[in-house]
């Protein structure tokens, strides 16, 4: 059995070829311990690009794990044309190839995907109602793949974070240490995921062939001031002013939605829940 994952470079894919990597055979079925994972990126798989990921069906995967995406938010803000090619039009390029393929498909998506206007956490059958560029493309590609795969999984997820790499936790840490002090913004508000936790969750659902809408996240949510004010305890770091700002004062491209933590309801009723996150983050350090 091959299981492909495209954009294997990002935290994400790095994440699932380590969990994968680590995946040892136990008592009971377990598809993918013998499984072959095949790592696809750019330049030689850029899902714009058909004819690249169309070769995908020669390799004759069960799975393809797209993780693939512009995912800078500003920067798809400011050029919304490319955010549709890369995470609409890119997304439908994969599950035209899974659909040659017979092969079943991840498709990681975002809280983004939501308003943020909610008074509670966002369930997996929500209406979905994006309000930027990154979000609108986003969602796109799950109908796109949705409409052409009958097996696919679309796992929604929001602020990941990893050990190293360019992220909320090592930006924090660089800013602490740059500026002695953090001015954050107390209105955006998500669930911090920890990759490693993701990548373990996204396996073990491949595992169930429960096809389906999953919101596949570490337990809780806050603010990003909560998040950093965490970040710099958890490291040491508690000596650090955080200063909260409001979203107003802190300009960028994008507009995020205000309050969009996803609750992971569907993922829980099959066993598959993620620890809270600031367990995960304690692991992180
Ligand atoms: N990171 C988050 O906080 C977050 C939150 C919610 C949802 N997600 C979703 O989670 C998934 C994985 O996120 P991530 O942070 O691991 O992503 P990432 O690192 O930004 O991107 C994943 C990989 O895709 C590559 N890529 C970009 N354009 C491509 C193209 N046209 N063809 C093929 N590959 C391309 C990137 O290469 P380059 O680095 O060279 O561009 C990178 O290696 C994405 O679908 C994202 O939308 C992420």
Redesign the pocket.
Known sequence: MRLVV??????????IQAAHSGLHPRPGPCRLAGAELIP???PD?????PDQVSRLADVKPAVVI???????VDSCARNPELAF???AF?TQNVALACQRANAAMV??????VFDGTASRPYLEFDATHPINP?GLS?LA?EQMASRLLHRLYIV??????DRGGN??VSKILAGADQRGQLQVVSDEVANP?Y?PDLAAAILHLIETEHYGIYHLVNKGHCSRYEFAQEIVRQAGRGDIPVHPITSDQFQRASTPPAFAPLDNTVGASLGIELRPWQEALGDCF
């Open positions: 495209t954009g294997a470079h990002g935290p994400l894919g790095k994440s696809v990126d750019v798989w850029d899902i714009t690009d797209h993780c693939a995406a512009m995912t800078d090619k890369v995470n890119g498709c990681v998506s975002t809280n983004e990154y986003k590609g929604r997820i929001s602020w990941l974070f992220n909320f995921t990759a």
